[in-house]
């Protein structure tokens, strides 16, 4: 006969209600919201600051006549200009013209690495250490970056720091929704100073403008990283999987005491864990570790189709909202005010988006605001068709302004749905995919940005063209909103993808499902 475990009912019958035990949204809680999302804003300033290191001087000097970039590719004299940029330190212009956008490229390429190594680490060795290293990757490559030598090694010094950025991001997004009770984890994703950042970046980069001095200057915040390190604790989800009690309960006692309440007893945080029985055991009693490789052999279908939709959902919202942000430069109009305007519709779309998720599930905010988002993509591709736009430069930033601020409502809406998607076994894995994807998709959106340099309209009809196919993967997901984290793969929350089920969760997404019966990895 099974033994099964039973939990007395006068206490807390499993994680969620632990957290409610523990007052819910409290101090904690704001506390680590603030800590862990600060490191939002060093995270803007690195992935943002080559619109400003990769700008071309508007004039140049050949052999002491002063010369624009026409002129400057039929010098065959001296060529000088102020090294306030790579482009203007390296004659980065003509022939090598693609340099800049290819070195953005390199950097999205950084953070397809980062996404898949920082998250699997993140599951491995739990979210607190490989949060704090990903900052420390950041950091060192920014470092590099501003004393290159050359292109190359600044190239390398981007990878780097692009790696360090999306590991962080990914493995954020998931550290801090596995503090959360459900009513709030929707703020994980929309709450961070991302959109203030960027606007803070344009007034660094005005005053600022060397591009070796604004690097150091943007890495600053990072010298708080060893104030805070102390302050964060281990996820206890990740803690409760991996049925370290011990630690468990320490961190669990760090919670009730800032939020001013009563810790739970050790007897029932044991049967917690050994109820959830989170931890695999291989054959000669070691734990064992899921790779990236475990999860893409998975025969757990319904996992297999949320990593495929998630990764088609991320990769379109990336092109959107990376393209908007790299084809900056391609705007007229004063860059520093237009990077103000893109940060602050960010700011503004991360926090509208948590009353869209409020009232709406969270597949139908991300449909609903990529849709959006494409309809002005459209519009601007018709101006750039259609219109002068150094007549009508304001009818055309407002126009892309109100695409980035769609796009920035899907992707709080998105993050959401990758982090409550995933059990905690995997949940790093998976939103790792996902980021893989987002820095993919930054890839191909820098390029667009590079060709919107000789025909404005192809980057938008291009960037329109991708977000409607990406839109349409939401209909595929399983709603989230409202249901309980999923704490190991075996146990499934929900029925298998169909026509049938898509149409429910739309128009019924807070009715919880029955428990199916328990799948292998």
């Not at 206890?236 to 991996?242: A, G």
């Not at 709406?360 to 988002?373: C, H, Y």
């Amino acid at each position: 006969m099974t033994n099964t475990i039973q939990i007395s009912n006068t206490g807390p019958q499993n994680f969620e209600e632990i957290l409610d035990n523990l007052g819910g949204f409290g101090r904690f809680q704001i506390l680590i919201l603030i800590l862990l999302l600060f490191f939002e804003i060093p995270s803007a300033y690195i992935v943002f600051i080559q619109i400003f290191a990769g700008i071309p001087p508007k004039f140049w000097n050949c052999d002491g006549e002063v010369v624009d970039k026409v002129g400057a590719c039929g010098c065959n004299g001296t060529l000088e200009a102020p090294s306030t940029s790579i482009v203007a330190e390296w004659h980065l212009i003509c022939e090598s013209a693609w340099i800049p956008d290819f070195i953005t490229s390199i950097q999205m390429a950084g953070m397809l690495f980062g996404n898949l190594y920082a998250t699997q680490t993140s599951d491995w060795y739990g979210r607190k250490y490989s949060t704090f290293s990903t900052i420390l990757v950041c950091a060192l490559g920014s470092a590099v970056a501003a004393v290159a030598p050359n292109p190359y090694i600044y190239a390398v010094a981007r990878f780097f720091c692009g790696a360090g950025f999306s590991g962080y991001l990914s493995i954020s997004a998931i550290y801090t929704i596995e503090f959360m009770p459900t009513k709030w984890r929707m703020l994980c994703g929309a709450v961070g100073p991302f959109g203030e950042a960027t606007m803070s970046l344009a007034l660094i980069a005005y005053y600022i403008p060397t591009w070796r001095y604004l690097t150091w200057a943007t890495m600053t915040p990072l010298l708080l990283t060893p104030l805070i390190f102390p302050f964060v604790p281990e996820s206890p989800r990740w803690l409760l999987q991996k049925g370290k009690t011990d630690e468990l309960v320490k961190v669990l006692t760090y919670i009730a005491k800032i939020n001013k309440r009563p810790p739970i007893e050790l007897e029932t945080i044991e049967k917690i864990v050994a109820k959830e029985n989170p931890t695999r055991k291989s054959t000669d009693g070691k734990e064992s570790r899921l790779s990236l490789f475990d999860f893409a052999k998975s025969k757990n279908k319904e996992i297999r189709m949320k990593a495929i939709c998630l990764m088609a959902i991320f990769f379109a919202f990336s092109i959107i909202y990376f393209g908007l942000s790299f084809n900056i430069k391609n705007m007229n109009g004063n860059l520093y005010w237009n990077l103000v305007f893109l940060g602050f519709v960010d700011s503004v779309g991360f926090k509208m988006a948590i009353f869209v998720m409020g009232r709406l599930s969270r597949r139908l905010a991300v449909f609903l605001s990529m849709t959006i988002g494409v309809f002005f993509l459209v519009v601007l591709a018709i101006f750039q068709l259609t219109l002068d736009v150094s007549e009508f430069s304001t009818l055309f930033l407002v126009a892309a302004l109100l695409g980035k601020f769609s796009s920035a409502i899907t992707r709080s809406a998105a993050r959401a749905l990758a982090g409550e998607s995933f059990p905690t076994s995997v949940r790093a894995m998976g939103s790792g995919l996902c980021g893989a994807s987002t820095a993919f998709g930054g890839v191909v959106g820098a390029q667009l940005a590079y060709f919107g340099t000789k025909n404005p309209s192809i980057p938008f009809f291009a960037f329109a063209i991708i977000g409607i196919f990406g839109s349409l993967f939401s209909f595929l997901m399983t709603e989230t909103k409202g249901q309980p984290l999923q704490e190991s793969v075996g146990r499934k929350r929900s029925r298998a993808f169909s026509v049938i089920s898509t149409i429910s969760n739309l128009v019924l997404p807070n009715i919880s499902k029955k428990e199916m019966c328990n799948t292998k990895l």
